[in-house]
């Protein structure tokens, strides 16, 4: 190998190197805080690892801060609205696609142009309507304004754009129904995208706040992002087991696991829905 070629080679791996290493040092920062004392984090210079590596303070977090409550209602939520998101977005993409009806275009441009409006926006009419229906401080004012999503739409129709009209065309002419079509035929191939779409919605999900906050304030609906930004506040009588890191552990776990285990997935739903 050439030195050009060598230099060619070296150079972008190291640049990807450094970028990598720059990406991942807060996460990195944050796994290894959380296992330090209080008295540590407020150490300078700061040191890297752990003096004593301990477990206490997310053990504390976990059942005197009613973390695990907030664990189970985050996970709750974010995972029956991002099925919901799925589902609806999977088989409106498919009725605009594959249905010919009146004002067809003009109904898919306004379903889309709903991603431009901004979520605080809405936070007054969502409330307006959860207050009248009586779900304040339910899961149902959780979950039902956030059930459609217009990226959602977008994304499906996206990527049906490719899909294969002769397996459509042969299962009507066999006699099977529409909704049998999108169950068994369209639904299994569309995988990729509906994991791509769920991991977003997912992480959208678990990390609202402001919703959660103006449609259930009781504590024992309450969400983790929601706990973590009232965490240092209320921990103040508890300072030998003070440690926000341990906090944030907690809360990103979940989400890392999920990229970890559908990353692969993830990329190649977002790149196929631009195919054609």
Same mark, same amino acid.
């Given at each position: 190998?050439?030195? *050009?070629?060598?230099?060619?080679?070296?150079?972008?791996?190291?640049?990807? #190197?450094?970028?990598?290493?720059?990406?991942?040092?807060?996460?990195? #920062? $944050?796994?290894?805080?959380? %296992?330090?004392?209080?008295? /540590? !984090?407020?150490?300078?210079?700061?040191?890297?690892?752990? /003096?004593?590596?301990?477990?206490? +303070?997310?053990?504390?977090?976990?059942? &005197? *801060?009613?973390?695990?409550? $907030?664990?189970?209602?985050?996970?709750?939520?974010?995972?029956?609205?991002?099925?919901?998101?799925?589902?609806?977005?999977? +088989?409106?993409?498919?009725?605009?696609?594959?249905?010919?009806? *009146?004002?067809?275009?003009?109904?898919?441009?306004?379903?889309?142009?709903?991603?431009?409006?901004?979520?605080?926006?809405?936070?007054?009419?969502?409330?307006?309507?959860?207050?009248?229906?009586? #779900? !304040?401080?339910?899961?149902?004012?959780?979950?039902?304004?956030?059930?459609?999503?217009?990226?959602?739409?977008?994304?499906? +129709?996206?990527?049906?754009?490719? %899909?294969?009209?002769?397996?459509?065309?042969?299962?009507? @002419?066999?006699?099977?129904?529409?909704?049998?079509?999108?169950?068994?035929?369209?639904?299994?191939? $569309?995988?990729?995208?509906?994991?791509?779409?769920?991991?977003?919605?997912? !992480?959208?999900?678990?990390?609202?706040?402001?919703?959660? @906050?103006?449609?259930?304030?009781?504590? &024992? $609906?309450?969400?983790?992002?929601?706990?973590?930004?009232?965490?240092?506040?209320?921990?103040? /009588?508890?300072?030998?087991? %003070?440690?926000?890191?341990?906090?944030?552990?907690?809360?990103?776990?979940?989400? !890392?696991?999920?990229?970890?285990?559908?990353? *692969?997935?993830?990329?190649?739903?977002?790149?196929?829905?631009?195919?054609?």
């Amino acid at each position: 190998m050439s030195d *050009r070629a060598y230099r060619q080679g070296v150079l972008p791996a190291t640049l990807l #190197w450094i970028g990598a290493g720059v990406m991942l040092f807060p996460t990195v #920062w $944050m796994i290894l805080s959380a %296992f330090k004392a209080p008295q /540590e !984090l407020l150490v300078y210079p700061p040191t890297f690892f752990p /003096e004593t590596w301990s477990f206490d +303070y997310i053990i504390y977090i976990w059942n &005197e *801060r009613n973390f695990g409550r $907030m664990m189970m209602n985050s996970t709750f939520v974010s995972t029956t609205v991002t099925f919901l998101t799925v589902l609806s977005s999977a +088989y409106i993409a498919y009725v605009f696609r594959q249905f010919d009806f *009146r004002y067809r275009m003009p109904l898919l441009y306004l379903v889309i142009a709903t991603t431009m409006v901004p979520l605080p926006v809405l936070v007054l009419p969502h409330f307006q309507m959860v207050y009248w229906l009586g #779900w !304040l401080n339910t899961y149902q004012a959780l979950i039902v304004p956030y059930a459609l999503w217009g990226f959602g739409v977008f994304l499906m +129709y996206q990527f049906l754009a490719g %899909f294969p009209q002769d397996l459509i065309e042969a299962a009507r @002419l066999d006699g099977v129904s529409e909704r049998q079509i999108f169950q068994y035929i369209v639904l299994p191939l $569309m995988k990729s995208p509906c994991v791509a779409l769920g991991i977003i919605t997912f !992480l959208q999900q678990w990390e609202s706040l402001l919703w959660p @906050l103006v449609a259930a304030n009781k504590p &024992e $609906m309450q969400m983790l992002p929601a706990g973590l930004a009232t965490f240092s506040g209320n921990a103040v /009588e508890s300072a030998d087991l %003070f440690n926000p890191y341990a906090a944030a552990l907690i809360a990103a776990l979940p989400l !890392l696991a999920a990229f970890l285990a559908f990353q *692969r997935m993830i990329v190649k739903g977002i790149a196929m829905t631009g195919m054609k």
